[in-house]
């Protein structure tokens, strides 16, 4: 099955700088990869997706970049605001799978 | 449209003690999930179902049941509670399969095993 490695697990970044989390994949069937962010006692929710036919996809601050070659892809936060501070988690899904295979998660801590 | 609703959404249990956590969604769903979430671990898949009358065991299934009898329902069951199963469950529901829907989830529910 699909295995995702998510990195770094925590991640502190002063107001305004950017974050960058990256997660790597082993199933090369695999075709979308969503991230979905966890507020402090919170459910998750998604922010952002991208399907393996697409290389990078933004949505205001937020963008995902896809190397299929390597089998990895990354989020990325611009000009990060304290309410950015969450748990992110990313995701793979395997061709022919019914599920969603989630990385360990990255703290982000946004400092003011 | 109160989307995926948990209950209960606290409890707490003695070793060996059996209990049900019901999920409910009112957005006309097919597919249906628990997950648990433990510190450092993420989220981990236990039961899916794709359609009313229909389960599949997931990545950690040992020591669950579960059952959907209605479509909007989807229930998981712990016949005989360890304090491994310690942890914050999850359930979510999706409109068409996962490669092509977004997962919502409930609020979680809280269970603690001693």
């Known amino acids: 099955g699909e295995n995702v490695e998510q990195h770094p697990s925590t991640l502190s970044v002063q107001e305004g700088d950017s974050a960058v989390i990256k997660c790597t994949y082993s199933?090369?069937?695999?075709?979308?990869f969503p991230w979905y962010k966890q507020e402090l006692g919170k459910r998750p929710q998604l922010i952002i997706d991208?399907?393996?036919?697409?290389g990078e996809k933004k949505d205001q601050r937020i963008a995902v970049t896809l190397n299929k070659t390597a089998k990895h892809f990354s989020l990325h936060i611009t000009e990060t605001q304290p309410e950015d501070s969450a748990v992110y988690f990313c995701?793979?899904?395997?061709?022919?799978?019914?599920?969603?295979?989630f990385g360990k998660g990255t703290k982000l801590s946004v400092i003011p | 449209n109160a989307g995926v609703t948990q209950t209960p959404k606290f409890r707490v249990l003695k070793t060996g003690q059996s209990m049900t956590l019901l999920c409910a969604q009112d957005?006309?769903?097919?597919?249906m999930y628990w997950y648990r979430q433990d510190p450092g671990m993420g989220l981990r898949l236990i039961h899916y179902?794709?359609?009313?009358?229909?389960?599949a065991k997931g990545e950690v299934p040992d020591g669950y049941n579960v059952s959907r009898l209605k479509k909007q329902n989807f229930l998981l069951g712990l016949e005989s509670a360890a304090p491994s199963q310690t942890s914050v469950y999850f359930c979510?529901?999706?409109?068409?399969?996962?490669?092509?829907?977004?997962?919502?989830f409930g609020e979680g529910s809280r269970l603690t095993v001693l």
């Open positions: 979510a529901s999706s409109r068409v399969g996962l490669d092509t829907g977004e997962l919502f």
């Open positions: 199933d090369s069937a695999s075709n979308y």
């Open positions: 991208i399907r393996s036919n697409v």
């Open positions: 995701a793979g899904f395997g061709a022919g799978s019914y599920q969603l295979t």
């Open positions: 957005m006309n769903h097919e597919y």
């Open positions: 179902s794709v359609g009313e009358g229909t389960t």
